[in-house]
């Protein structure tokens, strides 16, 4: 099976603008999760979507939104972008579980660099 | 508000020495545990999981974890470190009937060849 891909690798951003990043599960996996990953701040969650609906969300201001499509992929756009929103934007795919064991499987994230 | 804290930033052991990272959580409920390994420049990998039943597992690469639910830890163990296993190390867990994984703040492993 062909992992979890995002799209594009690498981007490059003025402040102010607004980027969209795409994330393509596994095959059959229907869960997907957004992270924002920076060396200060490590991996912090960002949301989770299972079939269209948003499971959960974390702490980030409303600039950070998402979305996921019937065929399981998900969009994550930041809107007004601000310096501190450079960082590794990772999506990782999961198929649900009972009791919530599911394992997530990462894809190799993008890079965003906010100038 | 649930945490993981990896007591660790930065390891650095030879080769051949045994490795023990340390991982504490806070939440009440029943949880389920992950390591995650990320060598330099690739994807994050599943290292090893606990669900339910034996607290020990085992895990790729010669890696195991106990899960030790007095304590709320999940500390990662592997006997002889390679050199190969230079990369960063990060602990996760989700509670059960939450839609949500909490990441530590990783700890970077350095083995000297």
């Known amino acids: 099976k062909a992992g979890v891909t995002q799209t594009p690798r690498y981007l490059i951003k003025t402040r102010g603008q607004q980027v969209t990043l795409s994330c393509s599960p596994i095959?059959?996996?229907?869960?997907v999760s957004w992270y924002q990953q920076t060396p200060g701040q490590g991996l912090q969650f960002l949301f989770e979507?299972?079939?269209?609906?948003?499971?959960n969300k974390g702490n980030f201001p409303g600039r950070f939104s998402g979305r996921q499509f019937s065929n399981s992929r998900s969009e994550m756009n930041v809107s007004t972008l601000e310096l501190g929103d450079s960082a590794l934007y990772l999506c990782?795919?999961?198929?649900?579980?009972?009791?919530?064991?599911?394992?997530?499987?990462f894809g190799p994230g993008t890079r965003l660099l906010v100038l | 508000a649930q945490s993981v804290s990896q007591h660790n930033h930065h390891v650095i052991l030879s080769e051949a020495a045994s490795l023990e990272l340390g991982c504490n959580y806070s939440?009440?409920?029943?949880?389920?545990l992950f390591w995650y390994v990320q060598y330099p420049g690739q994807h994050l990998q599943l290292l090893l999981k606990?669900?339910?039943?034996?607290?020990l597992v085992k895990g790729i690469k010669g890696f195991e974890a106990e899960f030790i639910k007095s304590k709320f830890s999940f500390n990662l163990r592997k006997p002889s470190v390679q050199w190969s296993d230079t990369a960063e190390y990060f602990c996760?867990?989700?509670?059960?009937?939450?839609?949500?994984?909490?990441f530590g703040a990783g700890t970077r492993l350095f083995v000297k060849a």
């Open positions: 990782a795919s999961s198929q649900p579980a009972p009791g919530s064991q599911e394992t997530q499987y």
């Open positions: 095959s059959g996996h229907r869960s």
């Open positions: 979507y299972f079939s269209e609906t948003q499971r």
């Open positions: 939440y009440g409920g029943t949880v389920n």
């Open positions: 606990y669900f339910s039943g034996d607290p």
């Open positions: 996760a867990v989700r509670n059960t009937g939450g839609f949500k994984t909490i």
